[in-house]
């Protein structure tokens, strides 16, 4: 058995990413153990790394469209972390290529990649809250400040992959994850990352391998085969938030017709905002569900209405008793 695994630095696993997205599986290569760890707590031993010799699998701690993810810990160090097992033909280099060094507190920080045989397992830091989706599931749905509270924290996130050309390409709820306390929030899976050329991507459409992201939270821009840009982001930010608000995806409630139809051709679900809403908050909604790209609202645009609700919904809560919610974070 051939190992290849070493301690290294963020680029060894850039490129040794880039080469895995270039290669593709083979019978002989059914023995391979390579990749890169960037932490000192997941130790190769001997060039190797694998599962049940060098670490184990504690438990699932999350599944849903990105796969399967578990707790694990490596056996020399003890050191816990998280473990996304996916199939070598289904791993995207981005999801590597656009986190990586990255140091926004709204990312998880990646800690290594291995492959073994066809499959890839990629580490990053341990999420003891779960996932955002997960809070909405045992809640059924979540109290305006709240939902406005975690938004404003995805899109500090957006602001700061934004600046750095990156697009996250799957913003919902499954993919935002939570501190213990729930008073963190956290992006994760990069699997529909796309890095944006300096300019915009205007001249682009998908690219050969792009991965469509979440339906019901996708840009009407996608839809029609346009243009798109980081504004997709945003708009799936604000589904994000009806979801939030509402406890069910948008465009879900009425089956008429197929799905990427009335997200191209209907007006944007921002009027399935709860009726009790604030109207600042109606109105981030409006800023960030505008079907024309160049008129959405920006990360940074949109954090500022968020914020500026955020001060109208508790003010209004101080006026008058409202009930509080089970879930208890400070703020
Ligand atoms: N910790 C943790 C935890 C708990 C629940 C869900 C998730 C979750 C949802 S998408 C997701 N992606 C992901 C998880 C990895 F471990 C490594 C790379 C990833 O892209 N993880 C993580």
């Not at 290849?4 to 680029?11: A, D, Q, T, Y």
């Not at 020399?76 to 590597?96: D, I, M, V």
């Not at 960030?288 to 209004?316: F, I, T, Y």
């Amino acid at each position: 058995l051939k190992g290849s695994v070493s301690n290294e630095e963020p680029r060894s696993l850039i490129a040794i990413a880039k080469m895995w997205k270039k290669s593709i599986p083979d019978s002989e290569d059914s023995v391979q153990n390579e990749g890169i760890l960037l932490t000192e707590e997941l130790k190769a031993v001997d060039y190797e790394y694998q599962e049940r010799i060098h670490w184990t699998k504690l438990q699932l701690v999350g599944s849903g469209s990105y796969g399967e993810v578990f707790k694990m810990q490596d056996k020399k160090t003890q050191f816990q972390c998280a473990a996304k097992k996916l199939p070598f033909g289904c791993f995207r280099s981005e999801e590597l290529t656009t986190c990586i060094g990255l140091t926004s507190p709204r990312v998880v920080p990646v800690y290594g990649a291995v492959r073994e045989g066809p499959w890839i397992m990629i580490f990053m830091k341990l999420i003891e809250g779960g996932s955002l989706g997960q809070l909405i599931k045992e809640s059924g749905f979540l109290p305006e400040n709240k939902a406005l509270y975690y938004l404003d924290q995805v899109l500090e996130g957006l602001e700061y992959l934004h600046a750095h050309d990156i697009l996250h390409g799957d913003v919902k709820a499954d993919n935002v994850l939570l501190s213990k306390d729930r008073s963190q929030a956290f992006l994760c899976d990069f699997g529909h990352a796309v890095h944006l050329i300096p300019e915009d991507l205007r001249n682009s459409r998908m690219s050969d391998d792009y991965l469509p992201g979440t339906q019901t939270h996708m840009a009407p821009e996608i839809m029609m085969g346009m243009h798109w840009s980081s504004k997709i982001d945003i708009w799936s930010s604000c589904c994000m938030t009806l979801h939030m608000l509402n406890g069910c995806h948008p465009w879900t409630r009425d089956s008429s017709g197929p799905l990427w139809f009335k997200i191209a051709h209907e007006a944007a679900p921002w009027k399935e905002v709860p009726v009790s809403c604030n109207p600042f908050t109606v109105d981030v909604l409006r800023a960030g569900l505008q079907k024309e790209p160049s008129r959405r609202a920006s990360a940074s645009e949109l954090r500022g209405k968020v914020e500026l609700a955020q001060q109208k919904v508790s003010l209004r809560r101080f006026g008058q008793e409202e009930k509080t919610s089970s879930h208890s974070f400070p703020g």
